[in-house]
């Protein structure tokens, strides 16, 4: 890693750092200054989600989850909406793994409806690829739950995932059913897996 990168990593956790002190009362802010918060807390924490470091990743993912829980799904959900259609797919891409992480923290059941909003959008493939990259994101975590406990206690959220993503199988957009198919094998992937 290059000096520059230290430096912005360092800028960055300096601010992440201020932003988590305001948990114990963001509940208690105006709606607007909270989604600010949190926006500014996504922005600055979702590029190194994708980083190297698996430590860093997984300290990231504890952010993202602290505010998730503090916040709740709505609020995580009226943030990260913009970014579901965004044109760039590194942004979606990163939508899709902050998601996933909400999901892992507040449940699946509670995410399920924006799934199934966001994979049925017949008005933008971009929201149709994010929604699927959620699920994959998703699967992601599941196989390292279901890695640790055995697949059980996560089946019946594996077929409520698999009725939403499966119509996009023959979806116009290649990219989309390209994703489908990888987050399709990778549900059945975690399916199978035994303690």
């Known amino acids: 890693m290059d000096q520059l990168d230290e430096q912005t990593m360092q800028m960055a956790e300096e601010q992440i750092t201020l932003e988590r002190k305001k948990l114990p009362s963001l509940n208690l802010l105006p709606e607007e200054e909270r989604k600010r918060i949190v926006q500014r807390v996504i922005i600055l924490t979702t590029p190194m989600l994708i980083h190297e470091d698996n430590n860093l990743r997984i300290r990231r993912r504890e952010i993202i989850s602290d505010f998730s829980k503090t916040v709740g799904m709505a609020?995580?959900?009226?943030?990260?909406?913009?970014?579901?259609?965004?044109?760039?797919?590194?942004?979606?891409?990163?939508?899709?793994?902050?998601?996933?992480?909400?999901?892992?923290?507040?449940?699946?059941?509670a995410i399920l409806p924006l799934l199934r909003e966001i994979c049925g959008n017949m008005k933008s493939w971009q929201a149709r690829h994010t929604g699927i990259m959620i699920v994959h994101q998703?699967?992601?975590?599941?196989?390292?739950?279901?890695l640790l406990v055995g697949s059980g206690a996560i089946q019946p959220h594996l077929v409520s995932l698999m009725e939403i993503i499966e119509p996009r199988l023959n979806d116009e957009t290649k990219k989309v059913r390209t994703i489908t198919t990888l987050a399709m094998d990778l549900l059945t992937e975690v399916a199978a897996i035994r303690y």
């Open 75 to 109: 609020t995580m959900i009226d943030v990260m909406r913009p970014d579901i259609g965004d044109m760039d797919e590194y942004v979606r891409n990163g939508a899709a793994i902050c998601f996933s992480i909400v999901a892992s923290t507040l449940g699946i059941p």
């Open 138 to 146: 998703i699967a992601i975590l599941m196989r390292s739950t279901a």
